[in-house]
């Protein structure tokens, strides 16, 4: 059984900045993807930014320059580094892997950007 564990999210000011964490654990066969999606209350489900098991990246034109997506030298972790955060970036965060014929999704972590 294939389990997304996020981490990392919590109230910020903005400007300030957050890492979001996910591992993933069980038996994933052939990663194609890993991603980050959001979820502001009243809106859809977004995506933030993705990378392909290439290394390619690919992000959402709200955060890019602010947010870079990278691996961890565990094959099966993404991270997601917020600098520069704004209000509008509050929503729940989702981290996202696919691999085969699957996607698998995490329960998700609240992020606030709020003086």
Not at 2 to 29: D, H, K, M, N, Y
Not at 45 to 68: H, M, P, Q
């Amino acid at each position: 059984q294939v389990q997304l564990v996020e981490s990392g999210g919590g109230l910020v000011q903005p400007g300030g900045s957050l890492r979001l964490s996910c591992a993933a654990s069980g038996s994933i066969f052939s990663i194609n993807t890993m991603g980050w999606f959001r979820q502001a209350p009243g809106k859809q489900r977004e995506l933030v930014a993705v990378i392909y098991n290439s290394g390619y990246t690919n992000y959402a034109d709200s955060v890019k320059g602010r947010f870079t997506i990278s691996r961890g030298n565990a094959e099966n972790t993404v991270y997601l580094q917020m600098n520069s955060l704004k209000p509008e970036d509050t929503a729940v965060y989702y981290c996202h892997v696919t691999g085969g014929q699957y996607a698998y999704w995490g329960q998700g972590t609240q992020v606030t950007v709020s003086s």
